[in-house]
DNA sequence: TTTTTTGCAAAACCTTTGCAGTTGG
DNA sequence: CCAACTGCAAAGGTTTTGCAAAAAA
């Protein structure tokens, strides 16, 4: 699958929180970097590596977006970071923390970010049946929410 | 999502009967059409564009690799075929058929197609857990694969 | 000073599109 | 005959890479 490995997930609550992380893992705290912890901060979910370039449409200063690829993808690696795929669109970065496993809307597209351990029944059913230790961190759950499904059947 | 929609699916069973639903639909039989409907049948399991316009390492005649997407969307949208997302690869499609819903191991890249039959104890965890409607058919169930999953363990 | 990181430019990769010519029905 | 389809070439969107200049420690 070559999926970028990433580092075990740190939980930081803070901008200040995850640049003592880095520090203490060696990993230096330019400007750039900063700024995309800021607006990884800043989203109110997981976010687009352009969007994060565009300052989030401006709301932070903009950065080159070469150098927010390398920097999430140091952080991924710091575990401070993940990423998900989410439809055809373009990976989504997320700060790494509990709640780090995903369902998808394929209507509407909102992203649900779950508690791991809600899934655990879903990850025995499918152990049960096909052996297969699934992780929904990566690839999500795809289908229709909530809303969608209810408008569907109504 | 913004996922391209796929025609009511329909089982066809040689690249002659696949041959008959495109004329009962209006659609014409082309040289190249044809090939892709014999590569996607010749193929061990879900395959990618590149590898139906490769003729499958040259197994089969090559053809030109827009003309093949344009054929897989073609198909697609007639139902006979259908196309899944791997990790971070090109997506990879197959006919539809009885088995459309996939596991796939991040470890060893293999592909598990099973019937949807057997993950509807899945979906129930999922909706009884989130209310969330779950589809595996286009984006598939990643995690480590029974083989992977033992080895990890032992 | 030394090593990491940056910004820019260019390329790589997968997929789509425009268009003139060919072909299936 | 005429709409559908092809092959080629070019572009589109996302991500990666090379490299000399800048900055962190």
Known sequence: MTVAKAGTPIRVTSVEGAVAALRERGLRVSAA?????????????????????????????????????????????AGLVRHVHVGHGPGLYALAGPAQEFLVCERCDVVIAVDPAALEPVRDAIRAAFGHEARFSHFPIVGLCRRCAAQTAG
Request: proline residues 4%; negative net charge.
């Open 33 to 77: 970097r900063r700024l995309v912890l800021e607006s990884l901060f800043a989203a109110e979910g997981p976010v687009s590596a352009d969007r994060i370039a565009d300052g989030l449409e401006g709301r932070l200063p903009r950065s080159d977006l070469s150098s927010v690829y390398r920097n999430l993808e140091t952080l991924e690696g």
